[in-house]
């Protein structure tokens, strides 16, 4: 059955044929673009609504489409679409959405849409560059849907190469360098990844399939792993892949997820590719690609493998710490505007692998929410790094000064995107940090040692240090002569900024729909979770 | 059963006899071979199962084949689904190197119903290689495919590179030949038969009726022996390293249309006779060759991919990339006989030894239509004179859409980017060697060389997309048009590696059914 979830992919993958088979001329490529990308829009904006608000879920088809045969507690998966497809082998095409993967759909429509708009005057090769976007789209929406290893691996994979030709084609100065690294270590990381797939499919899934559905064969079907680890930790009495064997494979996948995330160590290609690539494609690496990495920690380290991850916290959570010290401090000593952000990204990662390392519930609600957030945020920064570079030449920070007199809107909103990115209490990230580190510390784990916690905390007033002290450098004094005929914002760059604006305030004053939504989600799918 | 293999030798022939009479007609010529090949190609997928013929109440030959085509006895071949299998997807290449040789050979070259009756006869040799189920016939049968290709590859007479590379490949050809038959001799030495048949009194090796190491450790010597020189013949046609030396240099000096026949099909040859003499004709002997090939598969990828980084022409970039593949399809051999020697129960042996099976030989097919369409996109840009330089290609997005773009995707594919074919070949591939390792876990290694090695080769290949792609043309250079058949050729390869997702949904019920019935549960 093919319905609504199918064509979230399908609609961006038609788009960038169409952009880039018959969108000749410039004018008629961003408007395809941006008529495609509302349409995906629009969609995802439907299957937010009805995961917010039941009423309205009707026209989407009932819930959680396949139970599994034998009674017992499920995964709340809402919507799901299945076909059958290489059937001898157990290979189908499977997709769901759940209250993980719809935050980070919606959040990629969106942003796909103001990327187009705020490159509403690319010049170079427009046809090429719109239809990547959609291309890339595709694929990142389809990781989210997908619910069988080989369309999840097919999906995590096509994510590559349009960021390759991104960065490639439109990048700065030093492109083939950045892309090429950036292809290689993704790379690796999937490579390892299909590695432990390969193991699940051989050594467990057709004992999992027996307990789950009933059918003693191997499959790649994720579903039957979630309700078999779900039904193994709640209690339901099912034999499950044994400690032993899940640790390898735990392993394996957290690696390819912390490349992908990034974490320290693994994150030495994020600054290099986010330096290079053009304002949208920085937009969606940092707002959406980062977020896969979270994404298959929350599906498939915690949701498949509970045992390990009960036994291999400590990893996460060390994995977290790390990375938001290191990358504070790094930070500090940052010169590029764009490098700084992307930096303070991988801090803001950290949240997710330490929230998700406390195994607690509202340590990992929050984690979830935070790739939500730091999604929102990360695509303001991006683009006032975008902004700068195409009002004044230049990104560096030394040499940017006094903008509040030249560029007064530039300032509000880059001081409104500093304060939501360093967690101002009101503003939406502060929600979700703010749950990490309750989670972190109230996580059964550490038991004798919450003082730990203090580590990563070090981090927070690193974070609001380095960005006071960036927007003291580049807003206040007087500017220099070359600065004074800077212009300000552009008319469509303003439309993305207020659109994310808002939403920053929306998410920071009203976060309880987001969070119910989540809630809903871990609360069907890890009930193991410790209290707080 | 064999009539495909008559067509073709009729076509052949008829093509050596009128290249006389047309001298000055090429293009009737290239009709005459295509439509010998394309009725060839028919036959035997309709063979296969198909079903036109039944649909149409004749029953000219058997159609699905079963059993039918055993002619173990009388003539020493059996053409099972196995056997047609390579049948087809040798013709298939040969299909796509005609239609593309209208483009690539030009009008006044001379010799062409030569050029057209060596090819159609090299592919005759292959076929009865897969078919073949005697030790002495598999010889002859890749004799006559190594001759047609030996002078195939010095068509082009008045060129150097050409005539070197044909007098290397006919040197190397001609020791491996040697060498093979000695192991040959040595084999029907100590089992008094030559036979690798499926018939159990046959079985050289295999099962009580037939000669075991256990009960006879006299002949262990003399077998490793034969075990070395036929890995080593054999080797040297697929150019598994150590082996691989020659296959740059031929691959490089070959008319680019030929290269594709030597890379796509006669690589295969080798490979179809690994297969045959080793998971068949020597399976009980196999605690001697199984590791050995197991390495020899690990030290192919690596050396392969390694020596392909720094090459800066893109032909010897694309000969090394297909030793790795080679390396990598060699995975399946050890695989199989691992599962087939262990003592789990059968159920479970078989279904991994035919998984690996079965993914050698989606691997193969997928191989041979992204390797002959990266060879045929060279010789695409050969033919408008841009030579096989890296360099060369520089904004060859811009210049020639339509064959970077085919070149993109079979780069992509050999790399095991989904979703185009070779992912899910090597998907199922190496997920077997991970399945084999519960019988012996160093089998682990395989499928993680096998893994290591795709991230390392994607390096390579992404230079040259970014070469084509991303670097802007030299000044002055313009759009080409390229020739239609080349065009048309590469069309085929990639309709075949971009829809492997789905075509072999379709497939896979004969792939296994090809895979039981030539292990024979």
Redesign the interface.
């Known amino acids: 059955m093919v319905g609504i979830l199918s064509l979230l992919w399908i609609t961006p993958f038609v788009g960038s044929l169409i952009v880039w088979g018959i969108g000749t001329t410039q004018r008629a490529a961003k408007w395809m673009a941006i008529g495609f990308s509302l349409a995906e829009l629009g969609f995802a904006s439907w299957l937010l609504l009805a995961l917010i608000n039941g009423n309205w879920a009707g026209a989407l088809g009932t819930p959680t489409a396949s139970q599994p045969p034998t009674p017992g507690k499920f995964v709340p998966l809402y919507y799901m679409e299945r076909v059958g497809?290489?059937t001898?082998?157990g290979f189908n095409y499977v997709v769901g959405v759940d209250g993980l993967s719809v935050p980070l759909i919606w959040l990629t429509a969106l942003l796909t849409t103001l990327a187009v708009v705020f490159h509403w005057d690319e010049e170079v090769r427009p046809r090429a560059f719109f239809g990547l976007f959609l291309f890339l789209e595709m694929a990142l929406v389809g990781v989210f849907l997908a619910l069988d290893f080989?369309i999840f691996?097919?999906f995590w994979?096509?994510v590559?190469?349009p960021m390759?030709?991104l960065i490639?084609?439109w990048g700065g100065p030093n492109?083939?360098y950045a892309?090429?690294k950036f292809?290689?270590f993704t790379?690796?990381g999937?490579?390892?990844m299909?590695?432990s797939?390969?193991?699940l499919?051989?050594?467990y899934s057709a004992s999992v399939n027996e307990a789950v559905y009933g059918t003693n064969a191997p499959t790649l079907d994720m579903t039957a792993f979630l309700h078999g680890a779900l039904r193994h930790t709640s209690g339901a009495g099912i034999a499950y892949i044994t400690l032993g064997a899940q640790i390898p494979v735990f392993a394996a996948f957290l690696f390819a997820f912390i490349v992908k995330l990034p974490s320290v160590p693994f994150h030495t290609w994020l600054p290099d590719a986010h330096v290079e690539a053009p304002t949208g494609g920085s937009v969606l690496l940092a707002g959406v690609l980062l977020k896969m990495g979270g994404y298959g920690i929350f599906r498939i380290n915690l949701g498949m493998l509970p045992d390990a991850a009960r036994n291999l916290w400590w990893a996460l959570a060390i994995l977290g710490t790390a990375s938001m010290i290191y990358a504070a401090f790094v930070c500090l000593a940052q010169v590029d505007l764009k490098r700084l952000i992307a930096y303070s990204s991988v801090g803001h990662m950290g949240f997710v692998l330490l929230g998700a390392g406390s195994l607690t519930v509202i340590g990992v609600q929050g984690a979830i929410f935070q790739l939500f957030n730091h999604g929102i945020i990360t695509a303001i920064l991006f683009m006032l790094a975008g902004s700068v570079k195409h009002s004044t030449g230049t990104r560096d920070i030394p040499r940017l000064q006094g903008l509040a007199r030249v560029m007064p809107q530039f300032s509000l909103i880059l001081a409104i995107g500093f304060f939501a990115s360093l967690g101002l209490p009101g503003l939406n990230s502060f929600w979700s940090e703010f749950m990490v580190f309750v989670g972190a510390y109230g996580s059964p784990n550490l038991d004798m040692n919450r003082r730990l916690v203090l580590i990563p905390l070090i981090s927070i007033v690193v974070t609001a240090a380095y960005y006071l002290y960036t927007m003291q450098r580049i807003l206040f004094g007087d500017p220099p002569e070359d600065l004074a005929k800077a212009h300000d914002l552009l008319p469509w760059e303003r439309i993305s900024y207020a659109v994310l604006v808002a939403l920053v305030f929306l998410v920071g004053f009203f976060p309880l729909p987001f969070l119910g939504m989540i809630n809903a989600y871990t609360s069907g799918s890890f009930p193991w979770l410790g209290g707080i | 059963m064999f009539l495909p293999e008559t067509i073709l030798v009729v076509t052949a022939l008829a093509s050596a006899v009128l290249g006389f009479a047309w001298r000055k007609r090429p293009e009737a010529l290239w009709a005459v071979a295509l439509v010998g090949t394309g009725l060839a190609s028919f036959i035997t997928i309709d063979m296969m199962g198909l079903g036109v013929t039944n649909a149409l109440h004749l029953s000219l030959w058997p159609s699905p084949i079963g059993t039918r085509g055993n002619f173990t006895l009388e003539l020493k071949m059996n053409v099972d689904a196995f056997a047609l299998f390579f049948q087809l997807m040798f013709q298939l290449v040969a299909l796509l190197v005609i239609i593309a040789s209208r483009g690539f050979i030009r009008a006044e070259e001379p010799h062409q119903g030569e050029y057209y009756a060596l090819m159609l006869l090299a592919v005759v040799g292959m076929m009865f290689t897969a078919a073949a189920t005697d030790l002495f016939v598999l010889f002859l049968a890749f004799e006559t495919s190594s001759l047609s290709t030996f002078a195939l590859v010095a068509y082009r007479k008045r060129d150097r590179q050409a005539t070197e590379a044909s007098a290397k490949f006919f040197i190397i050809g001609a020791v491996s030949s040697g060498i093979v038959l000695f192991g040959i001799s040595l084999i029907y030495g100590i089992a008094h038969t030559s036979s690798i048949g499926t018939t159990t009194d046959l079985i050289l090796l295999r099962g009580p009726p037939g000669l075991t190491l256990a009960g006879h450790p006299e002949i262990e010597p003399p077998l490793i022996i034969a075990l070395v020189f036929l890995i080593a013949g054999f080797g040297f046609k697929v150019a598994v390293v150590p082996f691989h030396m020659w296959a740059p240099d031929v691959y490089q000096g070959s008319p680019t249309t030929i290269t594709v026949l030597l890379t796509a099909a006669s690589k295969n040859v080798g490979i179809v006779a690994l297969f045959r003499v080793f998971l068949i004709g020597l399976l009980n002997v196999q605690v001697d060759w199984i590791a050995a090939l197991a390495i020899l598969a690990i030290a192919t990828q690596t050396v392969g991919n390694i020596v392909a980084i720094p090459q800066r022409s893109v032909k010897r970039m694309l000969a090394y990339s297909s030793i790795a593949q080679a390396g990598y399809i060699l995975i399946a051999i050890p695989v199989g006989a691992v599962a087939l020697q262990s003592t789990a129960p059968g159920d479970r042996a078989a279904t991994v030894a035919i998984?690996g099976l079965v993914g050698g030989m989606l691997h193969v097919f997928v191989y041979a239509a992204m390797k002959a369409g990266a060879f045929l996109v060279v010789a695409g840009t050969e033919s408008r004179g841009i030579a096989d330089d890296m360099e060369a290609y520089k904004g060859l997005g811009r210049r020639m859409p339509f064959l970077a773009f085919s070149m993109t995707v079979f780069l992509?594919s050999l790399a095991g980017?989904?979703?185009l074919g070779g992912?899910f070949s090597k998907?199922?591939l190496?997920?077997s060697a991970?399945?084999a390792a519960?019988f012996n876990q160093w089998f682990l290694a395989l499928?993680?060389s096998g893994?290591?090695n795709?991230?390392l080769s994607?390096?390579y290949y992404?230079?040259v997309i970014?070469y084509m792609?991303?670097l802007d043309p030299e000044e002055g250079a313009q759009k080409e048009t390229v020739p239609r058949p080349i065009e048309a050729a590469v069309f085929i390869a990639l309709a075949i590696v971009m829809l492997t997702a789905v075509l072999?949904?379709f497939f896979?019920?004969f792939l296994?059914d090809a895979a039981r019935g030539f292990f024979g549960f």
């Open positions: 497809w290489w001898q082998f080989i691996a097919i994979e096509l590559l190469l390759f030709f490639g084609i492109r083939r892309a090429l292809l290689i790379h690796v999937f490579v390892i299909l590695l797939i390969f193991s499919y051989w050594f | 998984y992509l980017i989904p979703p992912f998907f199922v190496f997920s991970v399945n519960s499928a993680i893994v290591l795709s991230a994607l390096y992404a230079r970014w792609y991303i072999a949904a896979l019920g296994a």
